[in-house]
């Protein structure tokens, strides 16, 4: 499956942004989706992941309340709907795609594929 996440962008600490991230090539039904994100000089981070028919969902503890993540089937679309954004929230966020696993998937090594990433800014 083939995965492009857009959305990102430069706001202002306590704004939104809702990013997207569109899958194609193979039945999106199929994969429990996930997102993560990579500040300079940091490893990659779980954000969040939502099992195949959206019904269950986590998050990273950082996240937990601020941040929201569905899925539109008919549409091969995941989102994540952020709000009260901060400076620490600025990072390169990736969409990815797991298959055959069990949520939480919570390991950047349980997906099977990446979007390209896109970039939130969030200045203070």
């Known amino acids: 499956v083939q995965l492009q996440a857009y959305g990102g962008g430069l706001v202002q600490a306590g704004d939104s942004l809702r990013l997207s991230c569109a899958a194609s090539g193979r039945t999106f039904q199929d994969y429990n989706m996930g997102w993560f994100r990579q500040a300079p000089g940091k490893e990659r981070e779980f954000i969040a992941s939502?099992?195949?028919?959206?019904?269950?969902?986590n998050y990273a503890d950082s996240v937990k309340g601020r941040f929201t993540i569905v899925r539109d089937n008919a549409k091969n679309t995941v989102y994540l709907q952020m709000n009260s954004l901060n400076a620490d929230d600025t990072a390169i966020y990736y969409c990815?795609?797991?298959?055959?696993?069990?949520?939480?998937?919570?390991?950047?090594?349980?997906?099977?594929?990446w979007g390209q990433g896109t970039q939130v800014t969030v200045s203070s």
């Open positions: 939502i099992s195949w028919s959206g019904f269950s969902t």
């Open positions: 990815a795609a797991a298959r055959g696993r069990i949520v939480p998937l919570i390991r950047a090594d349980e997906y099977d594929y």
